[in-house]
């Protein structure tokens, strides 16, 4: 069965520091990748999102960046956080296009906090 | 672009009472997803329900169905028999197709209390 994996589920980091956010999905390949971030009480942003290895799309421009170094691993990085950053911060995965039964599967997400 | 919106921010409603909670969308697209998912306390985020907006037919998960209204562009999400564990944030979401890219539009979300 596939399995999808984020972490640190908390994270309280100084405003200009580094930030590196991991996600790993199991037991599927070649999915396609998300990062979204919600704000408190609202709805999901979707910020990158990946179609294969190395392949990283934007949606939004920020201070974040996102890589796909390897086929189920996708990390959401930033030189140097700002205030603006904090949120909760989502990793999902679907299977590759065409594919019966679509929707998102979630990784327990990540509580960003930026001081 | 896509967009969602889900014009009612709380809502509660009495355990093995229905409520129904209301989504409205906005595209030029003709075929593509629409889904409802859950997130409670937990802040896990799953599925609840999909519809095909090819198919006519309304779906139905066991005690979840929608009212999906194309032409309206309405999304519905019905939940019989309420009960204390479908308390949760319920967030309407749009894919268009074909989902090369798959991603999804969200709209901000429903908190929904069920009271004992």
């Known amino acids: 069965s596939q399995t999808i994996h984020q972490w640190p589920a908390t994270l309280v980091q100084p405003v200009g520091s580094p930030l590196s956010l991991e996600c790993t999905v199991e037991?599927?390949?070649?999915?396609?990748l998300y990062w979204y971030r919600q704000a408190a009480g609202r709805g999901l942003q979707l910020l990158f999102y990946?179609?294969?290895?190395?392949?990283i799309s934007s949606e939004v421009p920020q201070n974040l960046s996102a890589s796909r170094p390897q086929d189920r691993q996708f990390i959401l990085s930033s030189k140097k956080l700002l205030l603006s950053d904090s949120g909760f911060y989502l990793c999902a995965w679907k299977k590759g296009p065409g594919s019966p039964n679509e929707k998102l599967f979630f990784g327990s997400g990540t509580q960003l906090s930026v001081l | 672009a896509q967009t969602v919106t889900q014009s009612q921010p709380e809502m509660s409603v009495q355990e093995a009472e229905t409520v129904t909670l209301s989504c409205t969308y906005d595209?030029?697209?003709?075929?593509?997803?629409l889904f409802w998912y859950k997130q409670p306390p937990s802040r896990q985020m799953i599925l609840v329900i999909r519809q095909e907006a090819y198919k006519q037919q309304n779906a139905t998960e066991n005690r979840f169905s929608v009212n999906f209204q194309k032409a309206a562009k309405s999304f519905s999400l019905k939940i019989s028999d309420s009960q204390l564990g479908d308390t949760a944030m319920y967030f309407c979401?749009?894919?268009?197709?074909?989902?090369?890219?798959?991603?999804?539009?969200f709209g901000d979300g429903t908190t929904l209390t069920v009271k004992p």
């Open positions: 037991g599927t390949s070649n999915p396609n």
């Open positions: 595209t030029s697209e003709n075929n593509y997803y």
């Open positions: 990946s179609v294969g290895i190395g392949q």
């Open positions: 979401a749009f894919m268009k197709l074909p989902t090369n890219a798959g991603k999804s539009t």
